[in-house]
């Protein structure tokens, strides 16, 4: 699921300490690949109550983040996804600031930012935000989203 362009996991494992997962998602599985949604909604049958994406799309080509995001809407009623977003306010610049900068040097997908962030993916994939809580000082969200038949309703820009 997550190519070469990924963060280094040491810094993945530290990020994810920081996530505020609610306590109902804390024995869930997390960044599962994409394959096992794509096997599970082929017979048709919720397998998970919630599942959670952490700080996985930044690494991922547009097409791909939203495929993903499609996929686990359509096998758990649930989808919890955290990872970095667009500056809202002018207190959030820094952290945003530096969080472009990590993903930079760690040369993820260019066209994450461009595309609106975590939150551009998510409206572009047609998926309805329930719930948004930003975390470490405003650079990442975590997003709750549910699926209610919606179709996807944004283009992706390439670079």
Same mark, same amino acid.
Request: charged share 15%; aromatic share 8%; glycine share 6%.
């Given at each position: 699921?997550?190519?070469?362009?990924?963060?280094?996991?040491? =810094?993945?494992?530290? #990020?994810?300490?920081?996530?505020?997962?609610? /306590?109902?998602?804390?024995?869930? /599985?997390?960044?599962?690949?994409?394959?096992?949604?794509?096997?599970?909604?082929?017979?048709?049958?919720?397998?998970?109550?919630?599942?959670? #994406?952490?700080?996985?799309?930044?690494?991922?080509?547009?097409?791909?983040?939203?495929?993903?995001?499609?996929?686990?809407?359509?096998?758990? /009623? =649930?989808?919890?996804?955290?990872?970095?977003?667009?500056?809202?306010?002018?207190?959030?610049?820094?952290?945003?600031? =530096?969080?472009?900068?990590?993903?930079?040097?760690?040369?993820?997908?260019?066209?994450?930012?461009?595309?609106?962030?975590?939150?551009?993916?998510?409206?572009?994939?047609?998926?309805?935000?329930?719930?948004?809580?930003?975390?470490?000082?405003?650079?990442?969200?975590?997003?709750?989203?549910?699926?209610?038949?919606?179709? /996807?309703?944004?283009?992706?820009?390439?670079?």
């Amino acid at each position: 699921m997550i190519n070469n362009r990924s963060l280094p996991v040491f =810094l993945q494992k530290f #990020l994810l300490r920081h996530v505020p997962w609610p /306590p109902f998602a804390l024995s869930e /599985p997390i960044n599962l690949p994409l394959s096992t949604f794509v096997n599970s909604s082929k017979s048709n049958e919720v397998f998970f109550p919630c599942v959670r #994406l952490a700080f996985c799309l930044n690494s991922l080509t547009g097409e791909n983040s939203v495929a993903l995001l499609q996929a686990a809407a359509a096998v758990s /009623p =649930l989808v919890l996804v955290a990872d970095f977003k667009m500056a809202e306010r002018h207190l959030e610049q820094p952290a945003v600031c =530096l969080s472009r900068l990590l993903l930079l040097l760690c040369n993820t997908d260019k066209d994450f930012f461009r595309n609106g962030g975590i939150e551009g993916m998510v409206y572009t994939s047609g998926l309805a935000v329930v719930h948004r809580r930003a975390f470490l000082g405003g650079a990442a969200v975590l997003l709750t989203l549910r699926s209610f038949g919606k179709k /996807p309703n944004g283009t992706l820009i390439k670079g």
